[in-house]
């Protein structure tokens, strides 16, 4: 059975960084990419950044580009979301995604399988 654990989320000050982290387990030997989304109160759930299966290629949402960073370390399978210069509209619940492919996750297709999310708060 496939699971995502997040973790990392918090509150900070608007400019501030958080890092989230998230562990993946089950179904060995299953090359996949990963992802963030985040959606908050009153909004759809939207894309925020994805990876490839090794790393190389990355894939960020326009609202995010040159502030957040994704990575992976495949050994503890587990992806990495950087936050950097942190705004109030970025306060939401953060999910971390999986979709069976080697290739970038984007916003579609949906992925296979969530995590259950952690919150980011960002004050002014």
């Known amino acids: 059975q496939v699971q995502l654990v997040e973790s990392g989320g918090g509150s900070v000050q608007a400019g501030g960084s958080l890092r989230l982290s998230c562990a993946y387990s089950g179904r060995p030997r299953e090359s996949y990419a990963m992802g963030w989304f985040r959606q908050a109160p009153g909004k759809e759930r939207e894309f925020v950044a994805g990876i490839s299966w090794s790393g190389r290629d990355t894939y960020y949402s326009d609202s995010v580009k040159g502030r957040f960073t994704i990575s992976r370390d495949n050994a503890k399978n587990t992806v990495y979301l950087q936050m950097n210069s942190l705004k109030p509209e970025d306060m939401a619940v953060y999910y971390c995604?999986?979709?069976?492919?080697?290739?970038?996750?984007?916003?579609?297709?949906?992925?296979?399988?969530w995590g259950q999310g952690t919150q980011v708060t960002v004050s002014s």
């Open positions: 995604a999986v979709r069976r492919t080697v290739w970038v996750m984007t916003s579609r297709p949906e992925p296979d399988y």
